[in-house]
Structures are given as C-alpha cells and as structure tokens.
C-alpha cells in the first residue's frame, strides 16, 4: 500500500503504536513463560527473573506433560477433534457462503435484503442462547458428542460472517468484467471460474481464514455439547487439565496447551497473507 | 459478417426511465455505423442492448434476420469494447487479448493462438506489453488492450464504445486510419460510440444522432452536415458548431441581426405563421468579402475577437437575441451539452483574410446556404430531400467501392501468399 504520510506522522504513527503492540504482546508472551515454567518455578516467584515474568530454568516439562505425560489422553483427541472440526466448517462454511454471496451481490431475486438482515440478525444472536436447546435437541437426534453435532453450530456460527464478507467482496469486482466474459464467448460458469473465482481468491482466503479463527476459539458449544473424547475440542479439553495432585494447579499444562493451539492461526495467518493482496482488481476499468 | 437490424427498440431501466426511445435502424452486412450524441443519451445502452448485457424492454433486434432479443451475448457472436475496458486483472496483455481464442475450446492450437494475438498486438503497439498486468499499464495502452481482446476473434460484428476517448491526439489519429482500414479488410459489420467529431465524420459510412434515446437522422457524414432534419442534428455536427440566428419573418425577407436576406417564395409560405424563424448558417459559409471571389449578401459588423490557427482562422461577432426566440436557442444550447456562452457568430475565415479584432468586417455569405428551423418543433424547414437522396446514393456506392477494392487487395495478396508458398515448395 502507498501512503503519502509525511515523516513526522509516521513517526508519531510509530510512537503510537507501541503501547498497542505491547498490550497485545505482553498476554502471549506471558503464555509462552507460563508454559516453560516448572511446577516449583509455578509456586516460586524467586525462580523466576523480571519479577516472577521469565523463569531463570525454562523446562519443556509441561508440553511433555500434554503430549506424553498425564494429559495427553486429553489434549491429543481434543487438538485432531479440533482440528478436524474446524477444518471441515470452515470448508462447507467458505463454500455455501460463496454461492449465497456472488448470488446476493449479482442476481436481482425477491428476498435478497431478507437472506443478509436473517444472516445479520443469526450472528446477532447470544451463542448461549442456542446451547441449551440445542443440547436437548441433539441428545435426541443423536448428534450429542459426536464431530457433525460441532460442525453444524459452528457453521451457524461462521456462515453469517462469511456471507457478509464475501458479498462485500464481490461487490467490488466490477460488474463489467463478467459482462466482457461473456461477450467473449464465456458461460455463466466460465465466467464465474475464470474471471470472479481468481478476483474473489483474496476475499475468500479472508473470509476462511475468519471462519477458522471463530470456530478454532469456540469454548461453549464444544464445552456443553460434548461429553467424552470423542469429539471435545482443545478450548473445552483445556478446563478437564488436572494438577499432578489434587493441590497443584494445572497452570503449566495449559499454558503449553494454550501455546501449542496459537501455533496453527500463526501458520494459518503467515502462509495466507500473501494472498490477502487488497486491490487486485486495479487497472480493471477505467478510473 | 452479419446485418444488424434494430426495429422500435425501446429499454427502460427499473426506475421507468426511457434511456432508449423506439430505434430502428437498419445495418448492412460490413456496414460502419457511428453513434453519435451527448453523454447520457442512450449510446451505451444501446450498444448493450444489441450485444445481449441488457434485456430489451420491447421491440426486435434482428441478427442476420433472425431475431435474438433472447440469446445470450456468448451465442450472439458479437465482440465489444466497453466504455471503462474491462480488462481481467489477472491476465497478463498476452491472456487478457487470447481470452476469448481461448475460450473457443479446441479451435485454435496454441501457435494460432499466438500468431494471431501477435498480430492484433503489433497492430495495436502492444508488443513490448504483453507480459505486464493492466494495473501497470496507462490509460491508453489498457485502452488498446481492450480493442486486442475485441478484433482478435474473428466475430460477426464489432462493439465499440468510445475506444479511443484516451489517447493522445496522435496516437488517436493513426488508430483511427488503423481502425478504418482493418474494418475494410475485414469486412465486418462495425458499430462504433464516438464523442469525437472527427471520428463521427471520418470513420463511418452511417452516422446516426441520438438525443435522450430518440434517433434524430441516420445519414452518410456529408447529408448530416449538409442537409440534417432538424436544429439538435445541425448543431451536434459540425466544428465549430454551426450558427443559429434569429430571423423575424417580414414577408419574403428574413431579417438577421445584421442583415435583410430574401427568401423563395416556397419558404416565404411555409413559415408564414411565425414571427420569428431560427436560421442556421455554418461558420464557413462566411467569406471575407475583401478577398471577392463570392456572390451573395453582403453585410458589415464589427469582429469581437479573432483566433488565427495557421491554415484558417475564426472570428467571433456578438449580437442579440431577440426574447422570442432565446428560449429556443437556449435549450438547444442545453441539450448540446453547451456552456451557456453568451450568443456570438463564429465565421471561419480564410487564413489569408486581414479583418483584425475590433475591426468592421465586410463579409458575405450565399443564402442558397443558409437553412430555416421552424423555432418551435426545430424541425428544418430548408432541406433538400431530393440532394439528401443523392447523396446517401453516392456515399453507399462509395462504401461498396471501398468494401470491393479492399477485397480485391485481399485476395491478390492471398494470391501471392499462396504462389509464394508454392514457389517454395516447388523449390524445396
Ligand atoms: N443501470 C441503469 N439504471 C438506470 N438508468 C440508467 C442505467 N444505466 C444508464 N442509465 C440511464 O440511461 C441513460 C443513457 O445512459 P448511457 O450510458 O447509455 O449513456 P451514453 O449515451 O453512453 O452516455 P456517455 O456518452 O456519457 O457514455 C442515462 O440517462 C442514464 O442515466
Ligand atoms: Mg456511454
């Protein structure tokens, strides 16, 4: 991006940007101090360096702890329960809300304005108020702590949000370029798959990216519509952590838990920047 | 190669706004027709209209004799430049011109494909081009991309919208000769959106003028300049525009602001009822009446101001218009896209002629010239249907000419490409 900011606002820009990149550093980097920390170095400021912040004998104690140690018949399941999850909403999520997006920003249908306000309106919703039906219902149906039982909240949760991006998305390719697809001899689907698809690819690789993110942190569903193994995600397996005895905290674990699951947003954002590339559509039309 | 044929044409947009008003207009096979008009009368809309992109609201649109108001613009076989380009960003130059060859699933192999987009792109000067993206490319050049995506198909008509609004005057000339020769090779049926006067007169065999969707005249460049319908069509043609002066009907005497001009007795019954007429003189029809040479009415009047442009030069003569017909001169002057300018004669002189700003003037016009617009409907009272007729005749037999000595051209050329190819044949 080209900005025409003079020095001194930069640096000024610079200068204010410091308090906000330490407020959201400080937390993460604690995490990451908290996770290298032994069960003494826990209980025992004098352990640690920087007023009990950075411990003076970083240990890998508790990530062996959730992989190979004591909770890791918790955290392994959990993190593939997770994963698989999140992956798979994130999909059907991506891919219906394309559909529904390029249909709301291209066609001119009755109830268009109806789709967006009920999508708005969903996403408007407390998740809690849903939970507690939704546990009735699917002890019922027999979805209960089972992977499509998550899936399908977390598409509630996550197509909203994708719709609406991704209709702002394609409302910013130009109607024309279609057009000139189809003058050209394109059919509808042509046009879709060789001119909107690589226009729209940025604002797709956005909206997943979201989409994972929402469904990634979700502790209420997971936490209340799942009861064993067999589908609890890593935010719900984290509060079943236990201490090595009934006295100590589990703080370590979790903190190493809670590591190790920042790891893939971390992949996920790095390796999808790059094609977050705003103003693709530039040189498009004319002005 | 096909005829377009447009008949009542009408499009309304959703708020009921007629933005195209009951066209018919006939187009032959390997006809060049230019719309012409200004900025929001319904050209654009009508080139969408006979591509396929906008629903036709009533009436037929005939391609070949067969009517397609319901084909898709895919089916239509028509190829288009749009007004803003539309280029696919993604593309490169080379991808964005090969589009269409591509999408023509195996009818070309990659080597006519490159051969042929090679040609369009030396054509259009593109060749240092083709591996950049349009993002990087200026205005003219994403303009000429446009035109390469456009004639690289070998479609039965061609869609311009204003192709060449962004370039520079010289550039623009010779992709103006470019164009016009590649449309008489080719043979293909052209319809061409221009704003550029030069454009209007030079490219095409039909100009038709339209005004808020209504056509106005469809005539070769000549018939509109000389013999136009109405007031909007004698305005619009023409640069300079040509002059509109009150005249205040006295029997078989029109009198002008700075002069008494007789009339026939023909138009002296025709415009009988009026006070007032409006009469259109074009800037040329002036002459120095120091330079003699010229017969007609002569009159004085004092120069305003004067503009010497090498080979001619104007001279602008101010004077008053009476109330009765200033309405009508001002909402011409509005629906002309006109600035308002207070009312002034242009004359275009001869470069040779010594009148000097603030100077009286001796200058002389031939009434025979002169045409007579009934000030209320615009309609001209003055035209010659006959010379009309005449003209129209000679300018389709000029077209043919062109059309068959530009096929004639091409097929000795193809002659000898193809005794070349045997010579070396036969050599090898
Ligand atoms: N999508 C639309 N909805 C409603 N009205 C429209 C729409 N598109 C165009 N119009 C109207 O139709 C009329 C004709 O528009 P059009 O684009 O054909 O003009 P144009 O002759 O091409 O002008 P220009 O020379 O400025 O390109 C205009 O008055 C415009 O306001
Ligand atoms: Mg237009």
Redesign the interface.
């Known amino acids: 991006m080209q900005t025409n900011l003079s020095t001194k606002t930069r640096n000024w820009m610079a200068v204010a940007s410091i308090p906000v990149m330490i407020w959201t550093a400080i937390p993460l980097l604690w995490i990451l101090a908290t996770s290298l920390k032994g069960t003494d170095a826990l209980a025992d400021p004098t352990k640690n360096s920087f007023g009990n912040f950075w411990p003076k004998d970083p240990t890998l104690e508790n990530y062996r702890v959730i992989f190979t140690g004591g909770a890791s018949d918790l955290f392994n399941p959990a993190l593939r329960n997770s994963i698989i999850v999140c992956l798979v909403a994130t999909l059907i999520s991506v891919i219906l809300a394309m559909f529904c997006a390029y249909a709301i920003s291209r066609l001119d249908f009755p109830g268009k304005k109806l789709i967006l306000t009920t999508a708005l309106a969903v996403s408007f919703f407390p998740v809690i108020a849903m939970v507690t039906p939704l546990f009735n219902l699917w002890r019922q149906v027999g979805l209960f702590d089972t992977i499509p039982g998550l899936i399908i909240p977390y598409l509630a949760l996550t197509l909203p949000l994708s719709i609406w991006t991704l209709s702002a998305f394609f409302q910013q390719i130009?109607w024309?370029?279609e057009?000139?697809?189809?003058?050209?001899?394109?059919?509808s689907w042509?046009a879709f798959r060789?001119?909107i698809a690589?226009?729209a690819a940025p604002g797709v690789f956005t909206t997943a990216i979201i989409a994972f993110f929402t469904a990634w942190n979700d502790f209420v569903f997971s936490s209340n519509l799942t009861s064993s193994n067999n589908s609890r995600t890593v935010p719900a397996a984290l509060a079943f952590f236990t201490g090595a005895s009934q006295f100590t905290q589990p703080t370590g674990a979790i903190a190493a838990a809670a590591v190790i699951v920042t790891i893939p947003v971390v992949i996920l954002v790095l390796l999808f920047q790059r094609r977050i590339v705003a103003?693709?559509?530039?040189?498009?039309?004319?002005? | 190669m096909a005829s377009i044929e447009l008949k009542n044409l009408v499009k309304k947009y959703g708020d009921g706004f007629p933005a195209v008003n009951d066209v018919s207009l006939d187009i032959a096979d390997g006809e060049f027709v230019i719309l012409v008009g200004p900025s929001g009368c319904g050209k654009s809309t009508l080139l969408r209209m006979i591509v396929g992109l906008e629903d036709i609201t009533s009436g037929d649109l005939m391609i070949d004799g067969k009517r397609v108001n319901d084909l898709a613009p895919r089916d239509r076989n028509l190829s288009m430049v749009f007004q803003n380009y539309a280029l696919y960003p993604h593309l490169t130059v080379f991808e964005n011109i090969a589009f269409p060859l591509r999408l023509a699933k195996g009818q070309h192999n990659e080597d006519e494909i490159r051969s042929k987009v090679n040609q369009a792109s030396s054509m259009l000067e593109l060749n240092e081009h083709l591996e950049r993206k349009p993002a990087n490319l200026s205005g003219g050049q994403r303009q000429r991309v446009a035109m390469g995506r456009a004639i690289v198909r070998e479609a039965d008509a061609f869609l311009f919208d204003e192709p060449l609004s962004n370039l520079d005057a010289k550039l623009r000339g010779q992709m103006r000769t470019e164009i016009s020769r590649m449309q008489r090779r080719l043979g293909t049926t052209t319809v061409y959106v221009t704003h550029d006067q030069i454009e209007a007169m030079t490219l095409g065999d039909r100009v038709a003028v339209l005004k808020k969707g209504v056509l106005q005249q469809v005539a070769s460049p000549r018939e509109l300049y000389e013999q136009p319908v109405n007031l909007f069509v004698a305005g619009f043609i023409g640069s300079p525009p040509m002059n509109f002066l009150p005249a205040q009907v006295v029997g078989s005497t029109l009198k002008l602001p700075f002069v008494d001009v007789p009339i026939s007795q023909n138009l002296a019954d025709q415009i009988k009822g009026h006070e007032f007429v409006i009469a259109g003189i074009r800037p040329e029809y002036f002459k120095d009446a120091s330079l003699g040479g010229v017969e007609g009415v002569r009159f004085s009047a004092v120069v305003d101001q004067t503009e010497w442009l090498g080979n001619e030069q104007y001279a602008y003569i101010p004077f008053e218009a009476p109330e009765a017909v200033h309405s009508t001169l001002e909402e011409l002057d509005r629906d002309l896209d006109g600035e308002g300018l207070r009312t002034q004669l242009v004359v275009n002189l001869d470069a040779r002629s010594r009148i000097r700003e603030g100077q009286e003037a001796e200058l002389v016009f031939d009434p025979e010239l002169m045409h007579v617009f009934d000030p209320n409907s615009g309609d001209n009272l003055t035209r010659d249907d006959a010379k009309a007729t005449e003209i129209a005749q000679d300018s389709e037999d000029a077209r043919r000419a062109a059309l068959e000595r530009a096929r004639s051209r091409e097929s000795v050329s193809d002659r000898q490409a193809g005794e070349d190819a045997a010579g070396s044949q036969e050599a090898s």
């Open positions: 130009p024309e370029m057009q000139a697809a189809q003058v050209d001899g394109a059919t042509q060789k001119v690589p226009l103003g693709l559509t530039s040189g498009a039309v004319k002005g």
